[in-house]
C-alpha cells in the first residue's frame, strides 16, 4: 500500500470539530468533537433531548451549525450549493419517518436519487434496486405503493433507497422509534447484516441490545455534550461517569 493510499485510509469518513448549535435560547450542541472511522459502526446513545439526533442531522447539513467545523473524508463540508449537494449524495440517512413518496413505487422510490442525482439509466437503477430490495427481503413488493407495506417494510425500503446512492456512511435517527414492537427486529437484522458488511454506520437508537451487539463505539450524549465514548463492553459494564450510571439504571428493565 502506498504511503497516501494508507494516509487516506486513516482519514475519517466523517469528523466534527468544536460543533455548536443552538435552537434560539437552547444550546443543543456544546463543544461537540466527534470522528468516525472507515467502516466502523458508532451507536450514539442518552436521554431525550441530549442533542443525538440534531448532531447526526449536522453531519449532512440537514441542520446548520453555529460554530465549527464538519469534515467528509476530509474535505470541509460546504454551507450551501451544488458541492454540499454532491457530498450529502455521499452520506446515506435514515429517519424515524420512512419519507417515502406516498404516490410512487418502492421501485421508484428507491431508482429516484440514482437516475436523477447519480444519471443512472433506468435499467441500470432498476437492477441494482432490485438487488437492494431482495437484500434488505422486500423485493416482492418492488410494484406496491408505501401505503400498502408495513411499517417495518416501508423502513427496510427507506434503507435499500439510502443504499442505492451507493453511500460512504449511513446514519440512523433513531429508525426503530415510529414501529410496532414486532416489526423493530425486523429492521434491525438489516442493520446488523450492513454492519457485518463494513458499513460505515452512526446510529441514534434506544435499543441497547443492539449497540451491545453490532456497535463498535458507543458514545453516550446529555445536555448537547458526549460525556462519554468507549467500547460497548467498558460502557455498559464499566461507565466513567455518574451521569452515564444515572442513565444506564434508569433504563434498566425497560
Known amino acids: 500500500m502506498s504511503q497516501d493510499s494508507a494516509s487516506e485510509k486513516n482519514v475519517p469518513v466523517i469528523e466534527l470539530r468544536h460543533v455548536d448549535k443552538h435552537f ?9 468533537n466527534l470522528s468516525v472511522g472507515r467502516g466502523e459502526v458508532l451507536v450514539v446513545i442518552g436521554p431525550s433531548g441530549s442533542g443525538k439526533s440534531t448532531m447526526c442531522r449536522t453531519m449532512n447539513r440537514l441542520e446548520t451549525i453555529d460554530s465549527g467545523e464538519i469534515l467528509i473524508e476530509g474535505e470541509p463540508l460546504p454551507q450551501e450549493g ?7 449524495a455521499e452520506l446515506g440517512m435514515v429517519f424515524q419517518q420512512f419519507n417515502l413518496f406516498a404516490h410512487m ?20 437503477a432498476e437492477r441494482y ?46 429508525p426503530t422509534s415510529a414501529l410496532d414492537p414486532e416489526m ?13 458488511g463494513g458499513m460505515t454506520m452512526v446510529v441514534v437508537t434506544h ?36 451521569r452515564a450510571r444515572d442513565f444506564l439504571d ?3 428493565g425497560h
Open 184 to 196: 423493530i427486529n425486523e429492521v434491525l437484522d438489516v442493520m446488523v447484516e450492513l454492519a457485518r
Open 250 to 252: 434508569s433504563i434498566k
Open 207 to 242: 435499543e441497547m441490545s443492539f449497540a451491545r451487539r453490532v456497535a463498535d463505539r458507543v458514545v453516550f450524549m446529555a445536555d448537547g455534550q458526549i460525556v462519554e465514548e468507549g467500547s460497548p463492553d467498558e460502557f455498559f459494564d464499566h461507565p466513567k461517569t455518574q
Open 82 to 88: 451544488r458541492e454540499l449537494a454532491r457530498m450529502r
Open 129 to 174: 434496486a432490485m438487488e437492494l430490495l431482495e437484500r434488505v427481503g422486500v423485493a416482492e413488493q418492488a410494484h406496491k405503493v408505501p401505503a400498502q407495506l408495513s411499517g417495518g417494510q416501508q423502513q427496510r425500503a427507506a434503507i435499500a433507497r439510502s443504499l442505492a446512492m451507493r453511500p460512504k456512511a449511513m446514519m440512523f435517527d433513531e
Open 105 to 124: 413505487t418502492i421501485l421508484d422510490n428507491v431508482t429516484l436519487g440514482p437516475r436523477e442525482v447519480l444519471g443512472q439509466g433506468k435499467e441500470e
Open 24 to 32: 434560539g435560547d437552547l444550546h443543543v450542541l456544546r463543544d461537540v
